[in-house]
């Protein structure tokens, strides 16, 4: 398809005439069916929901049609909707519009879409069995319909999905704002998002998914690498983890990142994954170097990689639970371990259970839905028992904040100590926060909207360069990390991680984030880039998400519950100069258990790109710094110290520190009458 009726299909929005019907490609990865959790009453609502996108002319064909797909599938999709053209990070300026602003965004959500990058492409799931972009495929025409519609005095308002439509603002506000699953607290269970979803009036917009930030499993293989080569470090206590074993399961969507980050880290890994799609996707993508199928010859394989201290990656397509007992009966030692299924979502695909086939599973999901949860949680616990074997063994386990630890405590697992705490830290309280979170070190990324390799090339040149020249002066404190994150983008374009877009990530703290994003939109404005660059970060940062058992499970003043720090974060990147902001219930580990919000900004080189940067990129971090300080934590009141000094107008409450002695003697004394 030229480019020129790839616009006017853009501009065309939802046809004036019905497309026929689309062929259910069987090739694809799709969705499993959902439950069937509708009464009769609220299946007329969910048809009456979704005509009303389209003309009454349409409504005697669409009806059954649409009725047809909430039976099989339990949603409605709007398949005969899905646009003939390829959905795929373009070059900006092939997307039509009146606001580059607009295009940008227009490019980053068809990334999400992207058949190499979404785990369920043609039911808008970008990744972690849910985590949805939209809800349709109407929601999805509209929208783009309305983005190249958008001048810079408009703001597109998205309601899970739905393009509520554009209103009149100003430039320096947001061109879109994003809420997913933003529900009433007390209507927040697992079934309520299952009929909310169904009703077509909410989604599950996981963190980037529904925020169009998504950037391929790249996201989470630099997280994954610092993570892997932490935990080795601490199990170790030196720097030297070749031949370890890391073992995990997972290869869909973001937990496709393993493999390829436990060779980068070099270390064996060993991830298990029951989907034959997603196990070939991630092999013929490179991100897993070898398949077996069979335990006693991957049992062999892995001793061969140990004792050869290779850096390599093995996928067991099969049961995670298969694996960790064959390695148990092996007596093979297993330093390092954790779990990335998609575990918030336990009951419609997120997880599924041993001694059944994936298409025995799904098919048990779907019509017999309370035997499948009782399988699950069974797993569960074999799960768990066998986690806590090779523990006491000397494996190093963390929890990847996916929500595993929280379902198997709920199915009856041996994984809850005497005093309601997990056995296991998540890594976010032994790793990620303590080095990275407090001291404003988290995952910021860029796009290049040109769609050119040679454009990223660039960029990463100048955030090495920037990164070089600030370690010179970098406090002990957070040298290490800057070590890591040199080593991680010099090495980025050889390890081949971009799938999609041509999209970076790495750590850095504020005053990083701002001195590369500076750089690189002088090289846009020198020619050195040649088109705009979208900057972001995953919401799992610093600021962006609270949730107690991942992002804020090193908080511990008792606020892991709250989740004010997210709500501002989004609020204050909105006038401070994003491009488009999202809040979203959900994401990451569950509806119901979390709260983020996450940012998209389009530099092109102007000065007025340089001021949003400063103010914007400034907030983004150092509000979460300063709630983390406000927690006692040491190394976030060392940072937000230290950029008090660096920024005169900021001024942060400090607390200060009571003496545990005197509160627990004070505390004996008046609570219980001790002298």
Known sequence: ???????????????????????????????????????????????????RYFPERFHETLAPEFANELKLYGRIYMYRFRPDYEIKARTINDYPHKSIQAAAIMLMLSNNLD??????????????????????WAQYLLTMQYLAQMTDDQTLVLYSGHPMGLFPSHKDAPRVVVTNGMVIPN??????????????????????????????????????????????????QNDNIKGMLFVSSGLGGMSGAQPKAAVIAGVVGVVAEINPKAVETRHSQGWVDEVYTDLNSLTERIKRAKEGCEAVSLAYQGNIVDLWEKLIESNIDVELGSDQTSLHNPWSGGYYPAGFSLEESNTMMAEEPERFREEVEKTLRRHAAAINRLSERGMYFFDYGNAFL????????????????FKYPSYVQ??????????????????????????????????????????????????????????????????????????????????GRMKIALEMNRAIREGRISAPIVLGRDHHDVSGTDSPYRETSNIYDGSQFTADMAVHNAIGDSFRGATWVSLHNGGGVGWGEVINGGFGMVIDGSDDADRRIKNMLHWDVNNGISRRAWARNSGALYAIKREMERTPLLKVTIPNLADDNLIGLTTDHIFNGES
């Not at 509708?38 to 005509?51: C, D, H, I, P, V």
């Not at 058949?115 to 349709?136: D, K, R, S, W």
């Not at 009036?201 to 892997?228: C, D, E, K, L």
């Not at 600030?470 to 374009?493: T, Y």
Request: glycine share 8%.
């Open 430 to 511: 032994n790793i990620m926060g303590p080095l990275f979170f407090d001291y404003g070190f988290g995952p910021y990324r860029w796009v290049c909207t040109s769609s050119l390799p040679k454009d990223l090339e660039e960029t990463d040149r100048i955030a090495a360069e920037v990164l070089e020249a600030l370690m010179k002066d970098s406090p002990d404190e957070i040298r290490s990390q800057m070590a890591d994150n040199i080593h991680w983008i010099k090495e980025a374009g050889a390890n081949k991680l971009v799938v999609g877009s041509q999209a970076r990530i790495l750590y850095a703290d504020s005053e």
């Open 406 to 421: 929280l379902e198997a405590s709920r199915a009856g697992a041996d994984v809850v100590l005497p005093d309601g705490r």
């Open 1 to 51: 398809m030229s480019v020129t009726e790839f616009q006017k299909q853009i501009l065309r929005g939802i046809p004036s005439e019905l497309p026929l019907q689309k062929r259910y490609d069987p090739n694809i990865n799709h969705a499993p069916k959902r439950k069937d959790i509708l009464n009769r009453e609220e299946k007329m609502l969910a048809l009456k929901n979704a005509l």
């Open 187 to 236: 209507y927040s269970s697992k079934d309520h998002w299952e009929k909310f979803n169904a009703l077509g009036v909410s989604q599950y917009g996981q963190m980037t998914a529904g925020s169009f930030m998504y950037i391929g499993p790249q996201g989470i293989v630099h997280g994954t690498t610092i993570t892997v080569l932490n935990a080795g470090r601490m199990k170790r």
């Open 115 to 136: 058949y190499a990058v979404a785990q369920h492409p043609h039911e808008l799931i970008t990744y972690g069995g849910n985590g949805a972009v939209f809800q349709n």
